[in-house]
């Protein structure tokens, strides 16, 4: 015996010559004191293993132990030492070569001399069990496997990872060095010839590639082509037949039976495997035309329901893990300078949907031509309104809050619409439009010449002016008479600016001095009061949407920010936002001097979220930034605010 002086190879070479993982320590350490000692005279590196064998051997073994090379069990007649790996480093051993295995069976539990325990070994039969086992091979994993032939064919050791691949090359060798062994190619090929009318020469071709290249007739079995497929069934039936008529088997005739009955079990299993990868190329092509059919984005939830012309669900001919696969090889596949044929977008709320690149643009159009009227109507119903009782807005003055105007009704209104604008994959499937000589109407354009997106006034074919002017044109004749107007719109704001007589009382109740110096502030405070009430109204007037009131849509705007389910718990962080906010508007109020704008209560929201850690990670900002805008306004509309 020869080995290496390193523990690990030491014990795994004790084990081979027990014919166990299990080895007892004091008789493993008197055996290594004695063989070192035989060694050493030749080999002084194993002179290490003469003196203090024991206490060497434990200091060794840690490292072993962490590495789980190696475990030591404690019983009542001394330690142990299990080598877990004892049967795979084994038959890894054992078939490292398997020319050199051709000639005879497959190795048995009884011809390697082991017992193996139960838990270390799973048992299928070769008839019943293995095809099952090709398509599940990971719900019992087990070191070992032991196969199971018929006819009292002695049974074989293999390990897992020889499925399916190695064991097919195992038996093609096996049949291989049965022909050459017997010299029956020839008796066996004609044989066959009359099954194989006007393919005389395939059939030669299958049986020299047995006979030179075998591991070659792999790749003709797998495809499960009818031609391979019906050879090897014709050919494992024949061969079988004439080896169990002979008198006695000898051992090559045992390996060649155990191979024709494997080669036969992968012959079927690859035959399904071909009809199932048939079926889903069909199914595949069949999901790929769901995809040509409006509404063109889908959601996973919505592509799994897909169905074929005949009503049968797609997903019963893949899995879902296939038709993952198929949706990322699409979405990433692309050439250059090109996008993937498929692209993942978003939604509303985040939702994911998969829609074809060459759609995007129709499909994002579908939402701006819908979009159209019905923002110019909300618009026109918004500033008939106001038009009806005298009264304006900036948006009606100026183009910037014209514009502003028409992305929150978008925001509000078609969520869909917003969500692909902002997408940049819009403006890449248009340039690739344009770049592929396929200019876009200028009406269905999205961006500019020079990328960016085009102001919603031009999307929605809108221009202020246009609008005044056809709202004016429904309205009674001195709604367009700007004197009349004027006039009215002055007296409207009179009413509403209306002191209380009890003030001026007061007044006259306090001395002189003292009431003219309280009278002053009290008129100052009052104008600012006034000032302030009038700019929240404004300010009022753009942020709600035209029929809702300034608590329904903060209560909307609650619902998007507040996605807590606890009822208390929701809340109290509600309680706790309005709490905050009153806070720092009263803080942020103090002191200035000039009536507030828009943009200040947004300074104000803006820096709220940031600086507080709750509201900093809460995920929907953007209806927490405009509730808190909002709520600012409801409160500085209050009178004694």
Request: with cysteine; proline share 6%.
């Amino acid at each position: 015996m020869t080995m290496r002086p390193v523990l690990y190879s030491i014990l795994l070479t004790y084990a081979n010559k027990t014919h166990s993982p299990t080895i007892d320590s004091k008789e493993f350490i008197n055996f290594l004191t004695k063989y070192a000692q035989k060694c050493a005279g030749d080999q002084p590196e194993w002179n290490r293993w003469i003196n203090d064998t024991g206490k060497r051997v434990w200091e060794e073994i840690e490292p072993l132990k962490a590495a789980d090379k190696c475990r030591v069990l404690a019983e009542k007649g001394g330690n142990k030492i299990f080598l877990p790996n004892f049967y795979v480093d084994l038959l890894e051993a054992v078939y490292e070569s398997l020319d050199d295995t051709a000639g005879g069976p497959f190795p048995s539990e009884k011809e390697l001399k082991l017992s193996i325990p139960h838990d270390q070994v799973r048992t299928l039969s070769v008839i019943t069990d293995l095809f099952v086992y090709f398509d599940t091979p990971d719900i019992e994993p087990v070191p070992l496997i032991i196969l199971l032939f018929p006819l009292g064919l002695p049974s074989a050791v293999i390990l897992p990872s020889m499925i399916p691949r190695r064991l097919a090359e195992a038996a093609m060798l096996k049949l291989r060095y049965y022909l050459r062994l017997h010299d029956n190619k020839d008796y066996l090929q004609n044989k066959l010839i009359p099954q194989y009318d006007g393919n005389e020469n395939q059939l030669k071709e299958i049986f020299t590639r047995i006979m030179i290249r075998p591991l070659d007739c792999l790749s003709s079995l797998e495809e499960g082509e009818d031609f391979g497929y019906m050879f090897w069934i014709r050919f494992c039936s024949i061969t079988r037949a004439d080896i169990l008529k002979a008198n006695g088997m000898q051992l090559e005739d045992i390996a060649m039976l155990q191979a024709l009955y494997i080669i036969e079990v992968m012959n079927a299993w690859h035959r399904t495997r071909s009809f199932k990868r048939k079926a889903q190329v069909i199914a595949f092509s069949e999901l790929d035309i769901q995809f040509e059919q409006p509404p063109y984005a889908f959601s996973m939830d919505e592509i799994v329901q897909f169905t074929n012309s005949k009503g049968v669900p797609l997903l019963g001919q893949f899995s879902e893990a296939d038709l993952q696969d198929w949706l990322t090889e699409r979405i990433h596949s692309n050439t250059a300078n090109e996008l993937p044929p498929l692209l993942l977008i978003n939604g509303p709320d985040d939702t994911k949907r998969y829609i074809k690149k060459n759609h995007y643009h129709e499909y994002s159009l579908k939402f701006l031509t819908e979009a159209r009227p019905l923002i110019k109507r909300t618009l026109m119903d918004r500033w008939t309104e106001m038009l009806k009782t005298y009264g304006d807005e900036p948006a009606m003055e100026k183009d910037e809050q014209f514009e502003r105007l028409l992305k929150r009704l978008a925001g509000e209104l078609c969520p869909d619409l917003m969500a692909v604008m902002s997408d940049k994959k819009l403006y890449l499937v248009c340039d690739e439009m344009e770049l592929n000589a396929n200019p876009l109407p200028a009406n269905t354009r999205f961006f500019s010449l020079g990328g960016d997106l085009l102001p919603m006034a031009t999307l929605f074919l809108l221009k202020r002016k246009d609008i005044i002017s056809e709202i004016r044109g429904l309205l009674p004749f001195w709604y367009s008479i700007p004197f009349f107007v004027a006039i009215a719109a002055f007296f409207r704001r009179l009413k509403n600016l209306k002191i209380p007589v009890g003030m001026s009382k007061k007044a006259q109740r306090e001395g002189p001095a003292n009431g003219a110096a309280r009278s002053g502030i009290e008129k100052g405070d009052k104008s600012r009061d006034r000032e302030t009430r009038e700019a929240a109204r404004k300010l009022e007037s753009e942020l709600v949407p035209y029929g809702d009131t300034i608590d329904d849509y903060l209560e909307s705007l609650e619902n998007r920010w507040n996605t807590l389910l606890n009822m208390e718990a929701r809340q109290n962080l509600l309680t706790d936002v309005k709490t905050l906010i009153r806070d720092r508007l009263r803080e942020a109020l103090r002191g200035q001097k000039s009536v507030f704008t828009r943009e200040f209560l947004e300074k104000i929201a803006r820096r709220t979220a940031e600086e507080n850690p709750t509201l900093r990670e809460l995920k929907n900002q953007d209806p927490l930034l405009q509730y808190i805008v909002l709520y600012m306004t409801k409160i500085l509309l209050q009178p004694k605010f």
